[in-house]
């Protein structure tokens, strides 16, 4: 199984502040990388996929970067919404699998 | 705009089965171009895909390992929707459960609303 390891696990930010977030898999995976935020309650939602592309009504101040087995995930001007878990998955093989999650915290 | 509305119990009783159904609307279970998943999360396991099933040419699935020899997904032409069959779950199974469509570079979206299933006495 291909692992995806997420770093860090938790973050302290500020409305305004410019956040990323790592996200390392243990094989080369091309760019079959996509980035979900979920909320308490909620089921996750697709932000970016393959990478670097923003899913449609997705903010701008999103974006994704990265290939092979080292992306990150952007937000630029973080907004109180934002404030949630953000987890990566890995789309290149089966068993489809996750990070272990990024919490954004006040 | 794709929907995915889920129904099932939310407790089953140790070594019986977990059944869980995704009625989509704004696509087709039979569409060539996505797949239908099964992902579950918990506080100890995370997010973790069960498996999926979609049409191309034939009906497949993929599972998951860890429930491979428990666990049934099927599409239901009839009703636009498709199921998920867990069997002899144990209180390791508790979990909210999730369906959701894959597209292009297995991405999942959208997702259904999620059931909490509780393995329970």
């Known amino acids: 199984d291909i692992q995806m390891t997420q770093s860090p696990s938790s973050l302290s930010a500020s409305v305004g502040d410019r956040v990323t977030i790592t996200c390392r898999a243990s094989?080369?995976?091309?760019?079959?990388l996509n980035w979900y935020q979920q909320k308490p309650g909620k089921a996750p939602n697709l932000l970016i996929y393959?990478?670097?592309n923003l899913q449609s009504g997705v903010p701008s101040r999103f974006s994704g970067g990265g290939s092979g087995t080292d992306f990150t995930l952007t937000i630029s001007n973080l907004q109180p919404e934002d404030f949630a878990t953000y987890y990566c998955?890995?789309?290149?093989?089966?068993?489809?699998?996750f990070g272990g999650g990024t919490k954004v915290e006040i | 705009q794709v929907q995915l509305q889920q129904s099932g119990p939310g407790l089953v009783k140790p070594s019986q089965t977990l059944s869980l159904t995704c009625a989509i609307s704004?696509?087709?279970?039979?569409?060539?171009?996505?797949?239908w998943n099964w992902i579950r999360q918990s506080p100890s396991r995370g997010l973790e895909w069960l498996g999926r099933?979609?049409?191309?040419?034939?009906?497949?699935?993929d599972y998951a390992l860890s429930v491979k020899s428990r666990i049934t997904i099927n599409p239901d032409t009839s009703k636009n929707q498709f199921s998920l069959q867990l069997n002899s779950v144990s209180p390791e199974d508790t979990a909210v459960y999730y369906c959701?469509?894959?597209?292009?570079?297995?991405?999942?979206?959208?997702w259904g609303q999620g059931t909490l299933v509780t393995v329970s006495s």
């Open positions: 099933t979609y049409y191309r040419s034939k009906w497949k699935n």
């Open positions: 704004g696509d087709s279970v039979s569409s060539n171009s996505a797949a």
């Open positions: 998955q890995q789309g290149n093989r089966t068993p489809l699998t």
């Open positions: 094989q080369s995976i091309s760019n079959y």
């Open positions: 393959a990478a670097s």
């Open positions: 959701t469509r894959a597209s292009g570079p297995d991405k999942f979206d959208p």
